[in-house]
Every structure is written in structure tokens, then in C-alpha cells.
């Protein structure tokens, strides 16, 4: 596959939130305002780029040699935690106000099943690195995009008259669906 369509395939045919439905927590849990969503991101796309290429070169140079590939799983989430944890040093050191913002969702990043789900979709689709690269960047701007749409969406849909009953959550899963519906027409038949 040519990188230029495996990077847009990532971002709109096969995006982790709405079209696979990973990472739906940080997905409706920050996305009411646009600065923390830009920053959740921003910090999914660092751990899943990062992630995707330490991951790669561990299991193609120390899993598969060593016949202990069944151990990827555990070694993945362990690759995964340390970058979080490295960005969680960072962001609250560097970035006091988006740390505060992003609350309890920034450590939850190394249980985001888009972050393993990307990371395991490198492998089941034996990328070369150079597609690892392309394909985690691209899934994670999608992740990105997506979070950041929705939440100008849903500070728009805090002002507007909406029925009491599907006032917050409801209204931003009925959004959700609506959003999966257009980007579910990016996909050929």
C-alpha cells in the first residue's frame, strides 16, 4: 500500500474512534472544551508514535528471535505505560494548566485501547517501519481530529435548547453516531 493512502485510510476510513470505537473514554471524557481535547491529542499521538516504533523494533529483534512472541501483549502495555508515565513527568512540569485540565485521563492514556489497538494493528498487518511510522501517525491525528471536532460540537450543544433528558452524555452519543455515519461514507465499497 502506498503511504500517502495508508495515511489517509488511518485518519478517515479507519479511524480508531469511529470506526473501530477505540479510546472512547478520553473521547467523550475530555472533549468539552477544545483546549483540553487539542491537548488529549496531542499527548495520544506523541505515546502512539512513539510506542509504535519502540514496539516494532522489540518485537520483529526480540520477541520473534526469541520465539516469545505471546509476550507481546504485557510488553506492549509496559512500552506504553513508560512513555505515559515520561509525558505525565513532562506535561505536569511544562504544562501545569493542561495537566490540570486533562485530570485523571492523562495517566489513563496507558490503558486507551486506541494506543494498544494501534500498536497491535502494526503488527497483525506486519507493517514495515516506514508504514508503522505513517500508519500510528496517521491513527493518532485521526484520534486527534476527531476528539478535537467533537468538542467544538459539544461546546456549541451546551448552549443550545436541548431537552433536558439528553442534555451532556446523550446528546454527545447521539453526536458520536453522527459523526461515525460520515466518516463511515470515507470507506469504499
Excluded: W
Excluded at 506523541?46 to 512472541?69: A, C, G, H, K, R
Excluded at 509525558?87 to 485540565?101: E, P, Q, S
Amino acid at each position: 500500500m502506498n503511504l500517502v493512502t495508508l495515511f489517509i485510510t488511518s485518519v478517515l476510513a479507519e479511524n480508531v474512534v469511529l470506526n473501530k470505537f477505540l479510546g472512547m473514554c478520553p473521547f467523550f471524557g475530555v472533549s468539552n472544551d477544545k483546549e483540553g481535547s487539542f491537548g488529549m491529542g496531542l499527548a495520544v499521538m506523541l505515546v502512539i508514535t512513539l510506542s509504535s516504533v519502540v514496539t516494532y523494533f522489540l518485537y520483529n529483534y526480540v520477541l520473534i528471535p526469541s520465539d516469545t512472541e505471546y509476550l507481546k501483549t504485557i510488553l506492549f502495555i509496559l512500552v506504553i505505560a513508560s512513555f505515559v508515565q515520561l509525558l505525565d513527568i513532562i506535561i505536569k512540569r511544562y504544562f501545569k494548566n493542561l495537566h490540570d485540565g486533562l485530570g485523571l485521563y492523562l495517566p489513563l492514556i496507558s490503558t486507551n485501547c486506541a494506543v494498544l489497538g494501534v500498536v497491535l494493528l502494526n503488527i497483525q498487518n506486519k507493517f514495515t517501519l516506514p508504514e508503522v511510522l505513517i500508519y500510528s501517525i496517521g491513527s493518532s491525528f485521526g484520534f486527534m481530529l476527531v476528539i478535537y471536532i467533537f468538542s467544538t460540537i459539544r461546546e456549541r450543544l451546551k448552549h443550545a435548547p436541548i431537552i433536558k433528558s439528553f442534555r451532556g452524555l446523550p446528546i454527545a452519543f447521539i453526536t458520536a453516531f453522527i459523526m461515525a455515519l460520515v466518516f463511515s461514507r470515507y470507506v469504499g465499497a
